[in-house]
């Protein structure tokens, strides 16, 4: 899954773990939204979002390493934003919008990250992706955190 684009633990992190949600679906698509608190200063967590191949999954990435994930569109500071089909979206008829908004939270940083995602997939996009994609989008939210608040994503 790249992102590149035409184109998460437990009880430790518990008190600040990410919160997910489906926040729309239809067969014609879904948003996902994915939301944590992370205990870094916000430039800290732009710079690692800079580097996703130090926190996000290879597991998680089509080509199966994350040194092979790449950024279209950043502001500098807190916005950034990518588009495409992730993951097996690439083999249907979608396209999605993901977006990460950074903002400061006292010590810390509020992250969030929202997919947006629209077209045509046999059974219908959020019947059939809505839940996988928000695991997983979640999962890669939740290791940024431990990247950040422990030096280690896995």
């Known amino acids: 899954m790249k992102w590149a684009l035409i184109a998460g633990l437990a009880a430790a992190l518990a008190a600040n773990a990410a919160r997910a949600e489906v926040t729309d679906r239809s067969a014609a698509g879904f948003e996902v939204v994915e939301k944590a608190t992370i205990a870094a200063s916000q430039s800290k967590v732009w710079d690692a979002l800079m580097r996703p191949s130090r926190w996000w999954s290879s597991q998680h990435s089509w080509s199966g390493d994350a040194k092979n994930l790449t950024i279209v569109y950043a502001d500098g500071k ?23 908004a950074l903002k400061p939270a006292g010590a810390g940083t509020d992250v969030v990250m929202s997919y ?5 997939a046999k059974g219908g996009l959020a019947e059939t992706f809505a839940a996988p994609v928000d695991k997983v989008l979640g999962e890669q939210l939740l290791r940024l955190k431990k990247y950040l608040e422990t030096g280690k994503a896995d």
């Open 78 to 100: 807190s916005q950034l934003r990518m588009a495409g089909a992730l993951g097996p979206l690439q083999f249907t008829g979608a396209t999605g919008h993901l977006g990460i």
């Open 116 to 120: 947006d995602v629209g077209g045509y």
